[in-house]
């Protein structure tokens, strides 16, 4: 596996349902990211995690928890979400500082989630 | 608070014809600028990036852009468009918070590119 990659790809689950997203990051990175992008709306960061840490969370609703256990994983798990969550959660993973590269977030390809 | 504005949702080029996507930002401090493109159903994909330095910064597939701060604007722009072209571009801005760094993004603009 190369780059970033976020399991599953596709996800259709119930209001009451429990599930997870997984991404995970193959190019030696220390932050991991979550962003949602929304029909019409611009892509919004959810948490930002630095060196196993997290540093910031953009007033998310509780109903999505984040959880980084090592430098190349990153999970968000869901419970009890709304339809309005349907959407494409972007993961990303960057170097924070130090060589060229530095700045940079490559993105997975994204899970495609539906909440009915 | 850091921000961009991307004018024109949707843009629409001829097969060969010059290809100008417009971006400009606010920013109280020095901005590290980025475009990103993103093709369906796919994640967002680097396509350049300004830091420091020289401001007409090259990036992949032809792209290039010019940071002008008097204007402040990052546009993106292609001399020939090609049919692959056609997806979505976005621009962004990046805060830097101490741990790791925040991207702050345009609200993109859908590139058609017509035979």
């Known amino acids: 596996e190369t780059g970033v990659t976020q399991t599953p790809r596709h996800l259709v689950m119930g209001m009451t349902n429990k599930k997870s997203l997984k991404c995970e990051q193959h190019?030696?990175?220390?932050?991991m990211y979550w962003y949602k992008q929304s029909a019409k709306k611009p892509l919004e960061l959810m948490f930002v995690?630095?060196?196993?840490?997290?540093?910031e969370n953009n007033s998310v609703p509780s109903r999505f928890s984040p959880e980084c256990p090592n430098s190349s994983h990153l999970f968000l798990h869901l419970h009890t979400l709304q339809p309005e969550d349907s959407a494409l959660y972007l993961c990303?993973?960057?170097?924070?500082?130090?060589?060229?590269?530095?700045?940079?977030?490559?993105f997975g390809p994204g899970t495609r989630l539906t909440v009915t | 608070a850091q921000s961009v504005t991307q004018l024109g949702s949707h843009v629409s080029v001829s097969e060969g014809a010059l290809v100008l996507l417009r971006c400009n930002y606010s920013?109280?401090?020095?901005?590290?600028l980025f475009w990103y493109v993103q093709y369906p159903n796919q994640g967002l994909q680097l396509l350049l990036k300004?830091?420091?330095?020289?401001?007409l910064v090259k990036g992949i597939n032809g792209f290039e852009a010019e940071f002008k701060k008097s204007e402040t604007s990052f546009h993106l722009t292609k001399p020939s468009a090609h049919m692959s072209d056609a997806a979505e571009y976005f621009c962004?801005?990046?805060?830097?918070?101490?741990?790791?760094?925040?991207?702050?993004f345009g609200t993109g603009t859908q590139l058609k590119v017509e035979l």
């Open positions: 990303a993973s960057s170097q924070v500082a130090g060589g060229p590269t530095s700045y940079e977030q490559y």
């Open positions: 190019l030696g990175h220390n932050a």
């Open positions: 995690y630095s060196l196993e840490e997290r540093v």
């Open positions: 920013s109280s401090v020095p901005p590290y």
């Open positions: 300004y830091t420091t330095g020289a401001t």
């Open positions: 962004a801005v990046i805060t830097f918070t101490g741990g790791g760094n925040k991207l702050t």
